[in-house]
């Protein structure tokens, strides 16, 4: 059972991923925001972070750096739609500040699942 951090302002969307990852087996743990985030990762660490680039506050790029910073062996998905800020896409920059992979919203779950297991190191589901 892997420890995962679920980063994101969208409610609804954290719940959903949330669930979806405890069915699985795993711990998971939330934040709404960047700042939030981080706050979580410190007190209860992660294996694994997927996190949203466009949020309130301290924003997935920020935290991407401060993460790397603070826990380099923590391996990074992040997840965006384009924000609110237009079209614009960040998940390459995303992936050259430090994620290790990218995730574009809105994603099937089954693809999420399949994600998860590759970055945790798990067979790939029967």
């Known amino acids: 059972m892997a420890r995962i951090l679920v980063i994101d302002d969208e409610v609804q969307l954290r719940g959903v ?31 694994l972070v997927l996190l949203d680039i466009f949020m309130p506050g301290r924003d997935g790029i920020e935290l991407i750096r401060d993460l790397r910073a ?3 062996e923590t391996k990074i998905v992040v997840m965006s ?10 998940l390459d920059d995303a992936r050259m500040l430090g994620a290790s992979r990218s995730l574009r919203k809105p ?20």
């Open 17 to 47: 991923v949330r669930r979806i990852l405890e069915r699985a087996g795993h711990d998971v743990v939330e934040a709404g925001d960047g700042d939030e985030g981080l706050k979580r990762h410190r007190e209860h660490g992660a294996d």
């Open 70 to 72: 603070e826990a380099p």
């Open 81 to 90: 739609g384009g924000g609110r800020r237009g079209n614009l896409d960040l």
């Open 107 to 126: 994603f099937e779950l089954a693809a999420l699942l399949a994600l998860v297991r590759e970055m945790l190191g798990e067979p790939p589901a029967p």
